[in-house]
């Protein structure tokens, strides 16, 4: 087969066609418009360019739909062709995405629409989404504030500033009632919450579940509390090898109770391993430790409603 006819058949076929053959299901909790999470019991891909690319989140696999049917199955490309061949005209089932596609931005830098967004301000529909859906505390939207890495995103929703070892902006998490994703352009580092010259190292999957469980702890003293974005780029390895040889530091696999959780976790014992550093497991009761936090704001409010109904605690009838 000639290149052209290569180029051709790889065109007429999507990844994620690919993947519903092979018995893998969309997660759409987990996807965006620019990454779609594709899962088969505990094996992940993620489909990219508008279904032209993949990669695996829990390796270092990734191209184009050949590549897939290889990373799958195993066979010779020559079989690859074959089977490629037999989905030419295969539609599989596009994501239900509740909200319509963002319009494209303007070309602007990074720094200047990170710059462009307001501070997190008490009362906001960014501070009311945090604090009545998310039940993170004020004094943790306060810290992140305090430490510039939140920014009020459009239409309610929150933007978590992912930082390079030199405190610059790289990319940020974008959260809100109906939108998640990351920024365009952007590239996932760490977020990080908490004291630069800390020893222990919170690593989660998530700025809101980094904001929760320091939130759950308190904000220890000596600790930072980090997310990788859901994401494990070669730029957040290498942020995690830089803090864990910091002498007398520990780090700490605080990602989600799952699949892939335990993987980031494995690759967290890995670093740890190759640096001589400590290294713990630390997991969320629930799935991540967002719905930790959840669960502990609804027991309070259990005490309190309980509080409330006790006899004692009913003021005597004035006569």
């Not at 049917?69 to 995405?97: C, K, M, N, S, Y």
Request: net charge neutral; glycine share 10%.
């Amino acid at each position: 087969m000639e290149q052209r006819e290569l180029e051709e058949l790889k065109g007429r076929v999507l990844c994620a066609a690919v993947l519903e053959k092979a018995g893998f299901a969309i997660d759409l909790k987990e996807s965006t418009r620019r990454a779609v999470k594709h899962r088969r019991g505990s094996d992940i891909i993620i489909v990219i360019h508008d279904g032209r690319g993949w990669f695996d989140p829990l390796s270092d696999a990734k191209g184009d739909v050949f590549t897939l049917i290889q990373h799958l199955d195993g066979v010779a490309f020559t079989e690859v062709l074959v089977r490629a061949a037999e989905l030419v005209g295969f539609r599989p089932a596009e994501p239900g995405w509740t909200q319509p596609a963002r319009e494209r931005q303007p070309s602007v830098s990074l720094a200047e629409r990170w710059r462009a967004r307001r501070d997190l301000r008490p009362g906001s529909a960014t501070w009311r989404y945090l604090r009545q859906e998310r039940h993170l505390p004020e004094s943790m939207l306060r810290a992140g504030t305090r430490q510039h890495r939140l920014r009020e995103g459009p239409h309610g929703s929150l933007w978590a500033a992912h930082v390079d070892d030199g405190g610059i902006v790289t990319g940020w998490e974008e959260r809100g009632p109906q939108w998640r994703g990351f920024s365009t352009g952007g590239m996932k580092v760490l977020f990080r919450l908490g004291a630069p010259d800390a020893l222990r190292f919170c690593i989660t999957e998530a700025a809101i579940d980094a904001m929760s469980l320091a939130a759950l702890e308190g904000l220890r003293e000596g600790s930072l509390y980090l997310s990788t974005g859901g994401g494990w780029s070669p730029a957040t390895d290498a942020a995690g090898r830089t803090l864990a040889t910091r002498p007398g530091a520990q780090l700490v696999a605080a990602t989600d109770a799952n699949s892939q959780g335990e993987a980031f976790a494995g690759r967290l014992r890995e670093i740890a391993e190759t640096t001589d550093c400590d290294w713990i497991r630390l997991t969320p009761p629930g799935d991540d430790w967002n719905e930790a936090l959840k669960e502990k704001a609804r027991e309070e409010q259990e005490w309190r409603n309980g509080r409330r109904d006790l006899p004692h605690a009913r003021r005597p009838h004035q006569g």
